[in-house]
Each structure stands twice: as C-alpha cells, then as structure tokens.
C-alpha cells in the first residue's frame, strides 16, 4: 500500500498557534476599535460661526509645524465674542522665513469680523521635553495656562478656522477621520496572521504513515 498522511496532533504547535491566534484576534479587535473611533470622531465634528475681533498682540505662534516638507507656524489668536467672552482660534499655517531668528509677518484682520470653523477640545500637543515656554513662539499651548498668563476669560474649546479671509494663512486642516483606512488594514493583516497561525498548526499536526513493506 502507498504511503498517506495520518492527523496526529502536535501539542507543541496546537499550543503555539492558539497563542498566535488569539494575539492576531486581539491585535485586529484593537485596531479595529481604533478605526471605528476614527469615523466616530470625523462623524461628530461640531461646525460653528461666531463674530467678534482679534486681539493681535496676543498671538501666538506655534512652532515646527510641517504642510509638506515646508516648515512653519499655526497661528493661534485671540477672538473676543463680547465683553468677557474670549475663544483661542487656530487661524492656520504660515511658512517660517529662511532664518530662525525672523518671524513670519502675520496679518491679522481688524473691527469685527465673522469666523467659522470647528470646534476643539484643545490645541493638539506635542511630548513636552520640559516647562512650557512662554511667549510668541511656544511649542504648545494649553487653555488654561494662556487664560491665567493673560487674564482673558477663554471659553474651554478651541475654533479651528476654516472660512477662509484675506490673511495669507494656509488652512489644510487634516480629516478628523484620517487613518481610520489604515488602521482597519492594520486589523486585517492581524487578522490572516491569526488565520495562519491555525492552518500551520494543521499542516504540522499530519505526518507521512510509512509503507511497513518497505
């Protein structure tokens, strides 16, 4: 009789493979979580329109901020709605002159103006190497340091303009849903991951019946 293959378990490789499955299946629910959070974020984005006026002495310029392989500033003002009522708008981007020791000339509207855009829980942060600076270039800028620092009565919520006005200043804003395509491809590939750690498993598990005739 020809030789076959008979199906006898290697407990070695069953074992190994459930473990590889079960982190594939845990790794692909992750990013898949992370993807969905992704959509829910770009789905509950909260438009508003307000009117008011800049306060320009106040501005501040948010430094290493790359559109491209350009470098420059987020420019982040003042807005006041009325008479103690402020919110920090990020106004959008401004390319950094070839010396680090110059700063880009900002133009700032005058009088009343209307700004539209989204709201922000907070300005995006940065990991922090040390004390926040202070002044018109900063790294980062938290809300409630800058109301105390300046004593304006800051709404807790940033504006991200969009509308745009005639300051030069780049407003491409990225998606709020951006990478959520990448993070559901990450969950499939750990996904296959899972699915052949089980069929090596499998194909370990048959081993070749010798002919006892030969």
Request: glycine residues 8%; proline residues 6%.
């Amino acid at each position: 009789m020809p030789a076959g293959y008979a199906f006898r378990a290697r407990w070695w490789a069953i074992a190994l493979a459930a473990a590889a499955c079960a982190a594939g299946i845990a790794l692909g629910n992750w990013q898949s979580r992370r993807a969905e959070d992704k959509r829910a974020l770009g789905a509950q984005v909260q438009r508003i329109a307000v009117h008011g006026e800049f306060l320009p002495e106040r501005t501040v310029l948010l430094d290493n901020k790359l559109r491209g392989k350009r470098a420059g500033y987020e420019v982040v003002t003042p807005f006041r709605l009325a008479e103690g009522i402020h919110v920090l708008v990020n106004r959008g981007w401004i390319e950094a002159p070839p010396r680090r020791d110059q700063l880009p000339e900002v133009t700032t509207p005058r009088g009343r103006i209307r700004v539209e855009g989204v709201v922000l829980a907070r300005l995006p942060q940065p990991l922090k190497l040390g004390a926040a600076a202070k002044g018109r270039v900063r790294q980062s800028l938290e809300l409630r340091e800058f109301a105390v620092e300046t004593g304006l009565p800051l709404q807790a919520f940033v504006i991200e303009q969009h509308a745009g006005i005639a300051d030069g200043l780049l407003r491409e804003w990225p998606r709020r849903d951006a990478g959520a395509e990448k993070h559901q491809g990450y969950a499939l590939q750990w996904y296959a991951l899972a699915a052949l750690a089980v069929v090596l498993a499998l194909v370990l598990s048959f081993r070749k019946i010798e002919d006892p005739a030969k």
